[in-house]
């Protein structure tokens, strides 16, 4: 049986300049996600306190 010789060459990864130009403006995210916090913790009060009042 003969040996096959493989290849050596290595795909290198791209240059650093080409991941600096993806920059993604996450502001909407970032606002959409304290809205939902804020409106989460204040359901979770609500609840709480109308616990209270049921009891």
Do not use: W
Request: glycine content about 4%.
């Amino acid at each position: 049986m003969a040996k096959s010789k493989r290849s050596t060459t290595r795909r290198t990864a791209a240059p650093a300049q080409a991941a600096a130009e993806f920059n993604p403006d996450y502001t909407d995210v970032k606002c959409d996600l304290k809205r939902i916090g804020i409106l989460a913790g204040s359901f979770i009060a609500l609840l709480v306190v109308l616990s209270f009042f049921l009891r």
